[in-house]
């Protein structure tokens, strides 16, 4: 089922995908001039945190994880994302360093697009540098919440968050109606919500007694996802 109307999604979910929908041609080839596409492997490293920032990544199809990594080297993920987003131009933005970690997923279709290539693009491209710059305001916002949230939630109430932001990630188009499976590691959807994997583990158990999801594995089939928005506490 849709949460359109019942859940602002556009608050709590990246958009960098709307970056490149309907790009004129000559921006997009400008963009791809020199770029290249490589088949990622699930947990491999995209880039780390403090290395050079080469150029952009444009997830052609799969989904990554953006995390930063403690001094104890916990992580703490960021945000996941997914198809047709792209990642890693804050590094660019900032300096010469990619300011955090990304790691795959899943297996990944991954197109590198070279520094000089994205900062040119942005120059002669009104389209694609007011997107950009769209782009990055929504992302401040949706930190701002991420930041509250954890501030001011209880591990529960954050769980169910997280599992509703991720449902849409993981949605599939035409599959209106069927229930959505969640593929994710207990140790991942841990890092996300900030907390433990046996605080994770036991209240997944509690929804699951709730009938409100079941449990393949690692995978989460999400049965009531109206059920997570009123435990989730949103407003």
Known sequence: MSIKGIFPIDKWDFKSESILIDLPKEDFDLLMAHSNEKLYKKNEILFREGTYASGIFYLVKGKVK?????????????????????IGYHGIFSGDHYLDSVGVMEDSRIVFIPKEDFLRTLQRSSIFSNRLLKTLSHEYTVLTNSLSVLAHKTVRERLALQLVVIREKYKVSGAEGKPIEVNISREDLANLVGTVRENIVRILTEFKESNILETKGRKIIIKDVNKLIQIANFK
């Open 66 to 86: 953006k995390y930063k990594v403690d001094e104890e080297g916990n992580e703490q993920i960021i945000y996941l994302a997914h198809t047709g987003q792209l």
